[in-house]
């Protein structure tokens, strides 16, 4: 419901999921619901293998791309898919966003890398689970648990975190992110990525372990 109120999605676009790891099995949004019209009954619970547990609707048409992520990245309790403009600006682009000021390395301390473009094969054949295949293969050298985003060619934004909360939040976060770089881009298309020291001392202060954002828990 967080997604319409923070102007991610309009219409039905868009899915969460959040996964229960003791019994392995994630919720996730019906296909094709509008947010306002959905309820806790609506979601659809189904295995890592993509079998339906409990609910009466379709799933989200992208569950099996949750599925591949969770499967994957097994520290992850969420996923979210948006088509929040700035994000799949990118995205359309076939463009990583690079790290360009300090409100992204506040969040991650590198680019948001974008995938590859899908083969006509992978395509026309398991077209949902191939979309994870692609991001895993983004993932080769990153650490997901280090950049907790991702951008599909041509197609939008995953994201994804230790709750479905901080998935959302991560897709919030990833929108003015995207935004910002636009931005940056248009007044300086020869704008620097920020430099190393800059990207440190950011992400460092609000994830290292001396770090100092915030208020102490
Ligand atoms: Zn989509």
């Given amino acids: 419901m967080e ?3 923070r102007g991610l999605v309009v219409y039905t676009f868009g899915n969460v999921s959040a996964i229960d790891r003791e019994r ?3 919720a996730i949004k019906p296909s094709g ?8 009954d609506d979601m659809v619970v189904v295995d890592l293998e993509n079998r339906v547990v409990e609910g009466s609707m379709r799933y989200s048409s992208d569950t099996k791309t949750h599925a591949v992520l969770y499967r994957n990245f097994p520290s992850i309790g969420g996923v979210v898919h948006t088509h929040a403009p700035y994000s799949v600006a990118w995205a359309q682009a076939v463009r990583s966003i ?3 000021g300090t409100t992204h390395a506040d ?11 899908m083969s006509d094969s992978m395509i026309q054949g398991d077209y949902e689970e191939e979309t994870g295949t692609q991001i895993l293969h983004a993932f080769r050298d990153i650490s997901y648990e280090v950049i907790e985003m991702v951008l599909v060619a041509c197609h939008g934004p995953f994201t994804w975190g230790q709750t479905p909360e901080k998935a959302v939040y ?8 995207a935004k910002m770089a636009m931005f940056t881009e248009s ?5 620097q990525r920020l430099k190393k020291s800059l990207i440190e001392k950011h992400y460092m202060r609000k994830h290292g372990k001396d770090s100092y954002y915030g208020q102490k828990k």
């Fill in 33 to 40: 619901v509008p947010y306002e019209d959905l309820g806790p």
């Fill in 98 to 100: 690079p790290i360009y």
């Fill in 107 to 117: 969040h991650l301390a590198g680019d948001v890398p974008c995938t590859d473009i």
């Fill in 187 to 191: 007044i300086n298309p020869e704008a």
């Fill in 170 to 177: 991560n897709s919030v976060v990833l929108e003015e992110l």
């Fill in 3 to 5: 997604l319409p109120q």
């Fill in 24 to 26: 392995n099995v994630f």
